[in-house]
């Protein structure tokens, strides 16, 4: 450059023959671009040696190039899996990630983070549930200038602003699979009140009961809180019942790895006296002995699908939003004794 200046993004722009908006996109690696364009900017930006002003940037913007993960959810496995999805887009580009985690219960709420918010000056924001269906808070985060991706287990926004997957009809087709494979009596793990997740897997478990003819026991239906030790002491509860369930459908993997836990104290056999499905496809499901047969939640793929509404907002509309969940079958689910595999 003339004078030893230094390249701007307006000369990439210039002699690459695009906008500044996709010379910028090729800076975040968007996957919206095609290879030639994406190429021929590459070239220029080598060319000239361009580097990008990042605090420039973010001064123009009034925001720095960081994205929020904002959550009150006690299943780690899924928070980690929620943030490698993340990474997974932002890796190669000039983002960089927060976590925050917050007490839903906590009557300043909303007041820290707005604060969370205003002190990093995020250029987006992503909510895991249940928080993400506090609607007040995703307001909240538009009128600070973030932009807001929901995750969910059900519709809660528009497509730009969400990431769902479809938990009721996974957990009813799962059950109704039990069922084919002859067990009647089917017992339930619910996960923790005020979870939408909670409510749309206990949904789906009536639905698919309601499918295959059968109709719930509360005498083998317990709630968990997501965690190990209630999956241990929900299976305690079930396995005790009059008439104990011969297999058992549990809200998320960490509570069934302790209803397999509860199961082995009293000298059960998995899967031949009992029968669990989890739900989440966490590493525990594969880990655990017998691997565990589980609802395959696509967390990371929702969560690096969510990054990339979040960096490139006027976009979004056009990337999926609902992202269908799947029955991994392993070794912990077979046919109730004395009925014939399907």
């Known amino acids: 450059m003339a004078n030893g200046q230094k390249p701007t993004i307006n000369d990439v722009a210039r002699l690459s023959g695009v906008s500044k908006k996709t010379v910028s996109r090729v800076i975040n690696k968007s996957p919206l671009l095609n290879d030639a364009t994406r190429g021929k900017v590459e070239a220029v930006i080598a060319q000239l040696g361009y580097v990008p002003n990042l605090q420039a940037r973010a001064l123009a913007l009034r925001r720095n190039f960081l994205l929020g993960l904002i959550h009150d959810n006690p299943n780690a496995q899924m928070v980690l899996g929620v943030q490698e999805g993340i990474l997974d887009t932002i890796r190669a580009t000039e983002f960089a990630l927060v976590v925050r985690p917050v007490d839903r219960h906590s009557p300043t709420l909303l007041d820290d983070i707005r604060g969370f918010i205003e002190q990093q000056r995020l250029y987006g924001v992503m909510l895991l549930p249940p928080i993400s269906e506090n609607d007040n808070l995703a307001r909240m985060c538009l009128d600070l200038g973030c932009t807001v991706v929901r995750m969910g287990s059900a519709r809660l926004d528009e497509d730009a602003r969400l990431v769902a997957s479809n938990d009721r009809q996974a957990v009813s087709e799962a ?82 790895a302790g209803l397999l836990h509860a199961a082995r104290e009293r000298g059960l056999d998995v899967p031949q006296d009992l029968s669990i499905i989890g739900f989440d496809d966490t590493a525990t499901a594969a880990h655990i002995w017998p691997p565990l047969t589980t609802v395959r939640w696509p967390i990371r793929t929702m969560a690096s699908t969510a990054a990339r509404k979040l960096i490139e907002p006027g976009s979004a509309a056009a990337a999926p939003s609902l992202f269908p969940s799947d029955l991994i079958r392993r070794a912990s689910a077979v046919p109730r004794p004395g009925k014939d595999a399907q």
Request: proline share 6%; glycine share 12%; charged share 25%.
């Open 175 to 256: 059950v109704a699979w039990l069922a084919e494979l002859g067990h009647t009596r089917i017992g339930f793990i619910a996960g923790p009140e005020g979870f939408r997740s909670a409510r749309e897997r206990q949904d789906g478990f009536v639905e698919g009961m309601a499918r295959a003819g059968l109709k719930p026991d509360p005498a083998i239906m317990a709630r968990g809180t997501y965690r190990f030790e209630s999956g241990r002491a929900a299976g305690e509860q079930l396995l005790s019942a009059k008439e104990p369930p011969t297999a058992v459908f549990s809200s998320n993997d960490e509570m069934a």
